[in-house]
Structure formats: structure tokens, C-alpha cells
């Protein structure tokens, strides 16, 4: 490397390194100028204020003698959880849960279509196969958790992902 390229790049690199600290002082300014305005002028907002003031509201409160009228006024009404409105098939329960082991082979799980795999488990029974999937199991082949870890899955959905696997399988 020659002397004048040597200076040229010293030069450079002082003027990107100027630049930058200039960068750097403008943001510093930037920040301290802007300071928490931003935040002042969120948190004035009433419609913020009122989503605050709803979230951090007591979800109960003791009432004491002579309160019966106010208690009448603040019933609160409980709706009962809406039951679901489609059952799952048993291929779209093997798609969303036990494809996750099933079709890898992850903790002794047999693969889906291992016909070697499953003849020991179909040798066992229907209703062995349909426990384990509702109730867990754990042994020499591996472990299952109950219902395959999806406790939000009802039995006839498990058990009808159970008879997928055995139909593509045996």
C-alpha cells in the first residue's frame, strides 16, 4: 500500500468516523428533545384512560350489611362457555396434533402408514389402542401423554384420529 493510499485511507475513515458521532449526537438530541411527550400525550388520551382504568378494575368487593341494594344493582350474569361448533374428523385431529410425533416417530410413536409399527399395537385391541390415546401411556415402546398433550380435544375427536391412523396404517 502506497503512502498516498494509506492517507487517503486514514482520511476516510475520520470523516465516516465524524459522521457517525454526529448521527449519534443528533439521535442523543433527538431523545432528549422528544423526551416522554409522546408517552404525556398517550396517556392524556380519555379512550387509554378508560382501557386502563377497565383492566385494573377489582373483580370482586365485599359487601357488608345494608349494601343490598347496591349488591342488587351489580349482579353480574355468568354465560355458559359455547360448546364447539364442529367436531373435528379424524384426519384433522391427526393434522393438528398427532402428526407431531405420529409422523415423525417422536417418543417410540409409531408413523403413520408403518404397517411393521402398528401390527403390534392392532395385535393388542381396539379398545388398548383407544386407551392409551384417551388416558396416556408409558412404557418399552415410549410415551404418549393423554389425548396426545390436547386436553381441549373431546373423546370422539381423539378416538376418531385414532381410527385414521389405524385405517392408513394397517
Request: aromatic letters at 6%.
Amino acid at each position: 500500500m502506497t503512502t498516498q493510499d494509506q492517507q487517503f485511507f486514514d482520511t476516510f475513515t475520520l470523516v465516516m468516523g465524524g459522521l457517525v458521532a454526529v448521527a449519534v449526537a443528533i439521535l442523543i438530541l433527538a431523545l432528549f428533545q422528544g423526551g416522554d411527550s409522546q408517552r404525556d400525550a398517550r396517556m392524556a388520551d380519555p379512550a387509554y384512560q378508560a382501557k386502563v382504568l377497565e383492566r385494573i378494575r377489582p373483580l370482586g368487593r365485599v359487601r357488608l350489611p345494608g349494601d343490598e341494594a347496591e349488591a342488587a344493582q351489580a349482579a353480574v350474569t355468568v354465560t355458559a362457555a359455547q360448546p364447539v361448533a364442529t367436531v373435528r374428523t379424524g384426519a384433522q385431529v391427526y393434522n393438528e396434533a398427532c402428526v407431531a410425533c405420529h409422523g415423525n416417530g417422536i417418543g417410540g410413536a409409531p408413523k403413520l402408514g408403518d404397517t411393521g409399527a402398528w401390527g403390534a399395537r392392532i395385535a393388542q385391541g381396539l379398545p388398548v389402542i383407544q386407551g392409551h390415546a384417551l388416558e396416556g401411556y408409558t412404557g418399552a415402546q415410549g410415551y404418549m401423554p393423554p389425548k396426545g398433550g390436547r386436553l381441549d380435544m373431546s373423546d370422539e375427536e381423539i378416538l376418531g384420529a385414532v381410527d385414521y391412523m389405524l385405517s392408513e396404517s394397517s
